[in-house]
């Protein structure tokens, strides 16, 4: 799809307007179930199980096959072949097999036991409620206490080691000064992105095309066909925009496949979306944890010893396992440090990567554990984390690539006016109290192999093209400004085409990794071309750009400060109706083996609580945040607000509700499961402190993605806890867990 923007060049950093936006806001974008395919498609309704654990013991279809409008009930019994659910073990979870109707096992509640097709989604609806299925209830396996967890999981999400030390915890804790001893409790939390998770797919006997909503396109085609038994070259995924995916559309789930079961069976298109209420169920949630921590300091505050243990649950035969201790591990120096994960195998729907695995509930539950501590030391918060800074990772010792944390909270602080903050501005109304609240955040930073193709035309144009995606973040604006900002090109004469599997192969979205890593790529792309322009217009190569400007091919010669020239007409006659192409990939380079690296942020709140209702208002959010250098700091400031909002929900409104009972969701709809909305949120305000990092990658940025959620919630926390005097360690923070503790203070 061709995304312009302006006759005028960007430079790398300005605020540029998303490129996608009139698009989008035009209604042009098509999303995944909105393509229009020559044959209008059949429509899927999923049948889903009632119970979390169990066998299908059979299935009468016959009603619904009768239906009117009905063309078939896919269910175990007459499905295409597929590989067996999980398989092969060796393969990570984004490429093993994700059949579905393969067999009658039942892995969670809400688990597609059958899948109606029909002509309108009206048909399928009614018919799929004439299918009859008898199920035999095996005992439902959840986790509700921590001690539930034993099992030490291969590896945390991101390849951290399960467990991670340095020192001697125990001497440590045992020679402190002052201490605590603190569990904290998170619920389970959905993505809930805008876009529910749909999908077309088309087989015309031979190939398989699959429009869907995914963030990685590779390991998606990988997926798919090794679940169906197809070469991968058989297999083409389109998707050219994702309404926010957040971590739940990583990988390949039921609607994707069912689809494509669908159009293999009726060698039609056909079309699954998932109703709001199954997103719940049929796409990944965050687990619940429960978060011990004992943390020792000295008196001069000085902290002695950190001590994490994490528990959380792991849906069977699906190894993910959230670092929730990563924080713990990486954002405060002491003379010990221990973090471990647990984790209790669970009859539960997919439980995966939520935006900021690990970071954003450790930090929830860490961040508000040090506040605690710098109360009952008596000492400023603020002042408290920056006396703990460390000079080196502390459980590596390796050296960080940059570390502006501290910079960070002292600039938050100075713009918040944090000094100033008791100074006639608390409990100075008779229903209201006010309090403030601070805490850090650390983010891994990462950089993955990716690929991009750039094509200059004879016309003076560039064709940037990569499977690479667009989840709302910003890729489509990113590439265009990197090479607007390399050749000083007009951005109306840049087209970026992404989301397509044909293209070469990126990093996909998410980890926050996808612009520094697509866009490293990118800026490698444009050297590549810049060389290639130079050999044929000029017979010459050198350092210095050429400029595409008009109808203009210019290069500056900086050696002997002199300009070259040729007319695009030049440029034409040589390729003859061709173009110049090349291909660039990178790959992590040495700073990641050599320095350990993050990107940063100091979170600041004011809160007013009622005494009377115990209702928490949030009337202020400041972040800033230090993330190399910034590629674009109007996506990047949102990519944070957003970020920031997301942490109050964590704070004070979001939680899934589990029915014990039977393993279900009960609150799956956005009336029950609670998101932070308008009126809800006070004024959100985000700076910069810029600091390129080139250890981190060619661009000199970090990720940013999901740094304006770490933090955040406790943020939040803190100040309700220095409102009140009252401190509530299982989130989110809501009325009733205040009212108790107003009469117990």
């Not at 035309?457 to 667009?470: E, F, P």
């Not at 926050?512 to 444009?526: D, E, H, I, R, V």
């Not at 040495?590 to 350990?596: K, R, S």
Request: glycine share 8%; with cysteine.
């Amino acid at each position: 799809m061709t995304i312009t923007n302006s006759k005028a060049s960007f430079s790398i950093g300005q605020a540029m307007n998303r490129t996608d936006g009139p698009a989008k806001v035009q209604g042009q974008a098509t999303y995944a179930a909105e393509h229009q395919l020559d044959a209008k498609p059949l429509i899927g309704w999923v049948v889903t199980s009632k119970v979390a654990s169990g066998q299908i013991e059979s299935i009468d279809a016959s009603k619904a096959e009768q239906s009117e409008g009905v063309s078939a009930v896919l269910n175990y019994t007459n499905s295409p072949a597929q590989l067996q659910f999980g398989k092969p073990e060796d393969e990570g979870r984004f490429t093993q097999s994700r059949a579905m109707l393969n067999d009658t096992k039942i892995r969670y509640f809400g688990w597609p036991v059958a899948l109606v097709i029909a002509n309108t989604l009206e048909q399928a609806r009614y018919a799929a409620s004439l299918v009859e299925v008898k199920v035999r209830a095996d005992k439902v396996t959840l986790f509700t206490q921590a001690e539930q967890a034993q099992q030490t999981p291969d590896e945390l999400d991101g390849g951290l080691d399960a467990d991670a030390s340095a020192g001697d915890i125990a001497s440590a804790l045992a020679g402190s000064d002052q201490s605590i001893n603190v569990t904290y409790q998170t619920p389970s939390q959905v993505s809930a992105a805008m876009e529910p998770h749909a999908c077309i797919a088309n087989y015309d006997g031979t190939n398989l095309t699959v429009y869907t909503s995914i963030q990685f396109v590779a390991t998606a085609v990988e997926a798919i066909a090794t679940t169906l038994n197809m070469d991968k070259s058989k297999v083409r995924i389109i998707c050219p925009y994702v309404g926010g995916g957040f971590g739940s559309k990583l990988g390949v789930h039921a609607e994707t496949i069912l689809a494509c079961l669908g159009a293999i069976h009726m060698r039609c298109p056909v079309k699954v979306v998932a109703t709001r209420r199954q997103v719940f169920h049929l796409a990944p949630h965050r687990g619940n944890s429960y978060q011990d921590m004992r943390l020792g300091v000295m008196n001069s505050g000085h902290l002695s010893g950190i001590e994490h243990k994490s528990y959380m649950p792991m849906a069977r035969g699906y190894a993910f396992a959230e670092p929730t201790g990563a924080g713990a591990r990486s954002t405060y120096q002491a003379d010990a440090i221990s973090s471990t994960h647990r984790v209790k195998e669970v009859d539960m729907p997919t439980i995966d990567s939520t935006r900021s695995p690990g970071d954003a509930i450790g930090s929830l539950a860490f961040e508000s554990a040090i506040d605690e501590l710098a109360k009952q030391i008596d000492m400023d918060p603020v002042e408290f984390r920056m006396l703990n800074m460390p000079t080196k990772h502390p459980i590596s010792g390796l050296p960080f690539s940059s570390h502006q944390l501290k910079a960070c909270l002292q600039t938050g602080a100075q713009k918040f006016g944090w000094q100033a903050r008791n100074q006639g501005n608390k409990d100075n109304d008779e229903e209201w109290l006010t309090g403030f609240g601070v805490a850090s955040a650390i983010r891994m930073n990462m950089i993955t192999p990716c690929s991009v193709k750039l094509e200059l035309s004879a016309a003076g144009n560039i064709n940037v093209s990569t499977d690479m995606t667009d989840v709302g973040t910003g890729t489509y604006t990113i590439l265009t400004q990197i090479v607007s900002d390399f050749f000083s090109l007009a951005t109306d004469r840049i087209q970026v085409d992404l989301g397509n599997s044909h293209s070469p192969e990126s990093c996909g979205s998410g980890g926050s990794f996808g612009a520094s890593s697509c866009g490293s790529a990118t800026l490698k792309a444009c050297k590549q071309l810049n060389e290639k322009i130079q050999r044929l217009c000029f017979s010459t190569t050198s350092q210095d750009r050429v400029i595409l400007a008009g109808q203009t091919i210019t290069l500056p010669d900086s050696e002997v400060n002199k300009t070259r020239a040729v007319q695009l007409d030049s440029l034409k006659q040589q390729l003859g109706g061709g173009t110049i192409q090349t291909t660039a990939h990178i790959e992590p380079g040495q700073g990641h083996e050599d320095y350990e690296q993050f990107s940063y942020g100091a979170h600041f709140a004011k809160v007013e609580v009622n005494k009377t209702t115990g209702e928490v208002k949030l009337i202020k959010q400041l972040g800033v945040f230090s993330a190399g250098r910034i590629l674009n700091s109007k996506t990047a400031a949102s990519q944070l607000k957003g970020g920031m909002v997301w942490g109050a929900g964590y704070a004070l409104r979001e939680e899934l509700y589990t029915d014990t009972r039977d393993g279900s969701f009960i609150n799956c709809d956005f009336a029950e499961y609670h998101l932070p909305v308008n009126r809800d949120i006070g004024e959100v305000e985000v700076h910069f402190i810029e600091e390129p990092d080139y250890k981190a990658c060619e661009l000199g940025s970090k990720g940013i993605g999901e740094l304006g959620i770490t933090g955040a919630g406790a943020a939040i926390a803190n100040a309700v806890a220095d409102a009140t005097g009252v401190r509530v360690r299982s989130f989110p923070i809501t009325l009733d867990k205040l009212f108790p503790a107003f009469e117990d203070s």
